[in-house]
């Protein structure tokens, strides 16, 4: 089956240290993209990535990082610079926003960052 | 700036109601609509997506309505089931946006009380 895998489901982080989230597809979608879900708030972007090798700001890029090698793949790093990093990390993909005529949004199972 | 608004926050029904969930951004100018539904520490899974051309679309006993010139959509659920308890999330895809980014209103939590 298609779609969307993030791993791990939890992960724990001490102060000072860096993470990383990961995120793959088999969807063969060009575009993927990381936001973040805080209780109370909707969905913000992190980072977006519309083709390999190539990757943008969102909304809320400090203190992450993320980096897209390959076409199925987009992992994100929180970083020691990210003062608030507890949250829930949603990974989603797309098609191309240019050449699709639908371009439906799809995501993943998520990943729970606390830190301890 | 486009703002998604979704009311109510929350919702309670008894099983086999019929309901509507609401769903307004600020400005008109979108590429397409998107319903989403949450469970309890799960992903998105995406229910219907209405294109800016659209008035509707439906799957199911969902029917997601679409006027741009108000700037709504609402979702129907019909005969709703105890299973059918999860958070609804609205998005939008701006016309500005060259991106694919969605902007996400925050979402109203359904209870379908058996």
């Known amino acids: 089956d298609g779609g969307i895998t993030q791993s791990p489901k939890y992960l724990f982080r001490k102060e000072g240290q860096n993470v990383t989230l990961s995120c793959e597809q088999n969807l063969n979608h060009d575009a993927m993209y990381w936001y973040r879900q805080d209780p109370g708030q909707g969905l913000r972007l992190i980072y977006y990535?519309?083709?390999?090798?190539?990757?943008q700001k969102g909304d809320i890029a400090e203190g992450y990082s993320v980096s897209r090698e390959k076409k199925e793949s987009f992992p994100l790093t929180v970083t020691s610079a990210q003062k608030n990093p507890t949250a829930f990390y949603l990974c989603?993909?797309?098609?191309?926003?240019?050449?699709?005529?639908?371009?439906?949004?799809?995501f993943g199972q998520g990943t729970r960052l606390t830190v301890v | 700036k486009q703002e998604v608004t979704q009311i109510p926050a929350a919702l309670s029904v008894p099983e086999g109601e019929n309901l509507v969930l609401n769903c307004s951004f600020t400005?008109?100018?979108?590429?397409?609509l998107q319903w989403f539904r949450q469970d309890p520490g799960k992903g998105l899974t995406s229910l219907l997506l209405?294109?800016?051309?659209?008035r509707e679309q439906t799957s199911g006993r969902l029917n997601a309505s679409l006027d741009k010139s108000s700037g709504r959509s609402t979702l129907y659920i019909a005969a709703s089931q105890p299973g059918d308890s999860a958070t609804y999330l609205c998005?939008?895809?701006?016309?500005?946006?060259?991106?694919?980014?969605?902007?996400f209103g925050q979402g109203t939590t359904l209870q379908v009380k058996p």
């Open positions: 400005d008109s100018a979108i590429y397409n």
């Open positions: 209405i294109q800016s051309s659209q």
């Open positions: 989603a993909s797309t098609p191309s926003y240019v050449t699709a005529t639908s371009v439906e949004a799809f």
């Open positions: 990535s519309q083709i390999v090798n190539d990757f």
């Open positions: 998005a939008v895809r701006p016309w500005s946006s060259n991106t694919g980014k969605l902007i």
